[in-house]
Structures are given as structure tokens and as C-alpha cells.
């Protein structure tokens, strides 16, 4: 297993060195992530079931895709990358939506990006080592969930949510 390099940037977004991963969590350095929403046609959120596999956050419902910013990659790039990766589609056309500052946890401090875009349910083909499943939800149900059983999703995702839903969030918006 190759040791994912990342960049790390200041707050204003401005890369000023790269060091793997590992270090980069371990000293709560700056690092950028990408966020991406999939909605159907019919206005549902495509939402993953990390597996249960996995080290941080196993089991728990995200957005489409969230993935880490590799070194030298920007954040369109690699949200291209994990709609690839996590769910086998290329070509989907995405809007930003969003440009945010956040902690994730003890020393996840990233800056990230939300990208919106249009899924056909039929071409997602989900990677089973990253994803258990995933499911399709109205933004109603989502509102929901967060309501009665919270505890089911990312800290992130809820985040996120709470922003595109007007609640407050912890998340510090950027221009």
C-alpha cells in the first residue's frame, strides 16, 4: 500500500508543503477535501454506507463522495478521481457549491469543497472495499434521519446538511 501524499496548506488555502497522510492527521496540519452531492432527476441524494472495513468511521452514512485533496491535485481533480473510485462514474458534470473550513476530528482540519451534480442510479457501480451500500433519500428523509438517528451519520456529513439546510453548522464558509 502506497503512503497517500498530501498537500498542506495555510488558512487561506495556500499550499506550503506535502507530508504523507499519516503526519498530516498526527500534527492537525491544514489539508484540502472534496465533498460531492448526486442527486437523480427526481431530486433523491445518492448517500454511501462506508464499509465496515474501514478504519475511520466504519459503517456510517456519507454524501456521494468525500475524498482527501492528493498532493499537487486540485479539488475538481479529485473529485473526478472519487467518483471514479468510490463509484464508477466519469463524465458527471459538477457545480461547486461550496467552499468551507472544518474540523473533521482530532487532527483533521481540512479545507474542502462541495460539488453538486446528476447521477442515473443505473451507472453507479460502487466500490464494495470502501462502500457497503448506498441508497437514494429525499431531502425530507434526510431531515429525518438527522432528527431521530443522527448517530448514523458521518459529523461532516451532518455539517454539510445543516448548511445546505440554513441550520447552524460548524462549518466556516469561505468566499
Not at 472495513?53 to 456521494?64: E, I, P, T, V
Not at 474540523?103 to 447521477?119: A, F, K, M, Q, T
Not at 458521518?154 to 454539510?160: A, D, L, Q, T
Request: hydrophobic residues 40%; aromatic residues 10%.
Amino acid at each position: 500500500m502506497s503512503t497517500e501524499i498530501l498537500d498542506v496548506v495555510n488558512e487561506q488555502d495556500i499550499v506550503t508543503d506535502q507530508q504523507p497522510r499519516s503526519a498530516v492527521h498526527q500534527r492537525g496540519l491544514w489539508h484540502r477535501g472534496v465533498h460531492v452531492f448526486l442527486f437523480t432527476e427526481d431530486g433523491k441524494l445518492l448517500v454511501q454506507q462506508r464499509s465496515a472495513d474501514r478504519k475511520q468511521y466504519a459503517s456510517l452514512w456519507d454524501g456521494s463522495v468525500s475524498e482527501h485533496v492528493q498532493a499537487g491535485e486540485d479539488y475538481l481533480a479529485a473529485a473526478q478521481r472519487g467518483l471514479w473510485e468510490e463509484l464508477g462514474l466519469r463524465g458527471v458534470t459538477l457545480t461547486p457549491r461550496l467552499r468551507f473550513r472544518l474540523n473533521y476530528g482530532p487532527g483533521d482540519n481540512e479545507i474542502s469543497r462541495l460539488y453538486e451534480g446528476i447521477v442515473n442510479p443505473d451507472e453507479v457501480r460502487f466500490d464494495p472495499v470502501e462502500i457497503e451500500q448506498v441508497s437514494y433519500f429525499s431531502m425530507d428523509e434526510i431531515k429525518k434521519i438527522m432528527a431521530v438517528d443522527k448517530a448514523r451519520l458521518c459529523g461532516w456529513f451532518i455539517e454539510i446538511l445543516n448548511w445546505r439546510f440554513g441550520n447552524p453548522s460548524k462549518l466556516q464558509v469561505l468566499k
